[in-house]
């Protein structure tokens, strides 16, 4: 099991401290979003840190993990672009558009390019239906009515950036 450095511990302590001191499980997603921060993913190593840390099955820190895109469970490029792909985004050209930034980059869906720069996952709803078919960038930037003339300005835009 990995060490968690006593930085990271105090950010934990910070965020459990939030809780009742029975309900410290309740930090896990934080705790999640912390462990990301600094390593760029969750491993299964700081899943089971995490837990200890909390006092609750691996499984159960797992099973937080797994439901949410926003946990990376391994290395993930420097751009991580999600594409909505449900129903309302694939019925206005989501599948399409995960499709073209995927052939743009050389990618299959989930996978990195060479370089380290972009990863290109498949998404679940976004909460823009109108707006479709949209992404997210980087878990933190959304962007809506993603054409193909869109999405290949985006990615020339963050290659050089």
């Known amino acids: 099991m990995m060490e968690l450095s006593a930085a990271t511990q105090a950010r934990f302590a910070k965020e459990v401290?939030?809780?009742?001191?029975?309900?410290?499980?309740?930090?896990?997603?934080?705790?999640?979003?912390i462990v990301q921060h600094e390593q760029g993913h969750v491993s299964p190593e700081a899943e089971e840190a995490i837990a200890a840390y909390l006092g609750?099955?691996?499984?159960?820190?797992?099973?937080?993990?797994?439901?949410?895109?926003?946990?990376n469970q391994q290395p993930v490029g420097r751009f991580k672009l999600n594409v909505c792909t449900n129903l309302p985004c694939q019925l206005r050209g989501g599948d399409k558009a995960l499709e073209h930034v995927c052939k743009k980059l050389g990618v299959e869906p989930y996978g990195s390019t060479a370089d380290g720069v972009f990863t290109v996952q498949p998404s679940e709803c976004l909460g823009a239906c109108a707006d479709a078919p949209v992404m997210l960038v980087n878990d933190r930037q959304m962007l809506s009515f993603m054409s193909h003339d869109r999405l290949d300005e985006l990615v020339e835009t963050l290659k050089k950036a």
């Open 56 to 71: 609750m099955p691996p499984i159960a820190v797992h099973e937080v993990t797994t439901f949410y895109n926003m946990y």
């Open 17 to 33: 401290a939030k809780y009742p001191a029975d309900q410290k499980q309740s930090a896990v997603m934080a705790c999640l979003a």
